[in-house]
């Protein structure tokens, strides 16, 4: 049988941290100085791979900052995440969830012009300021429904999403790889908009497959300065 190329994978993570309060009780010099090597320790890997920051403080009591990083190579993820706690701020921060999960890439025929780091299309995430993310675990009745029938229901979920012109839904499949079965990210210009969908999506028929969908977690893109300036 001849081979035929398979689409790279795309591998997410989702990386909430929360700060230590023994960075607080610092002096002021040592924590800009420390938040400066931190700063530099993280954007020195962005040229290679995808990277959002998000801040959570003040929205949850068990998470500040939420790194979305993005790689077609899972063990140069593994390595830059693992960084995060080696330099600068970064050692008094401790994870308090982490996600992981995987992203058809695109079709190896896909030009590589629309294509960001060689591998990402380009505004396909990481579009809007606003984002609701929850993992999910399906039931096993779930996956005793033939394809078309999931494909069905996945179909009427779709349609609710795509009322909204401003938001933007992807699923990162986690099973095998993580505890849940898939990532569930929504991003949205409008909060309003968002926060309406949400409500929507909860009442279709989807969610009677879903043993568990928490915790959900509202994050607000901002710069990685502009949030480590706030909760510092």
Known sequence: MEKTDKPADIYSSFMFLKLQPEFRRLLSNEK?????????MVGSAQEKLFLRTYMV????????ILFWRMSDDLGYLQEICSRTFSAGAGRYFTPSFCYLGVHPGPAPSDPKSGLDFGFLPKG?????????????????????????????????????????????????MSYGLDEPDMIVV???????DL??????????????????????????????????????
Not at 132 to 138: A, C, E, F, M, S
Not at 150 to 164: G, S
């Open 32 to 40: 800009i100085a420390a938040k400066q090597e931190f700063e530099n």
């Open 57 to 64: 403080s003040g929205l949850r009591s068990d998470a500040d």
């Open 124 to 172: 396909l995430f990481g579009r809007h300021r606003y984002m609701l993310l929850h993992p999910v675990v399906k039931s096993h009745t779930w996956y005793e429904l033939s394809e078309a029938d999931r494909d069905k229901l996945m179909t009427e979920r779709k349609q609710v999403v795509m009322r909204y012109q401003d938001i933007q839904e992807n699923f990162f």
């Open 186 to 192: 929504r991003e949205a210009k409008s909060l309003e």
């Open 195 to 232: 926060t309406e969908a949400t409500q929507e999506l909860r009442l279709q028929r989807t969610k009677n497959y879903t043993v568990e969908d928490k915790p959900v977690f509202l994050c607000l893109g901002r710069d990685l300065r502009e949030i480590m300036d706030a909760i510092t």
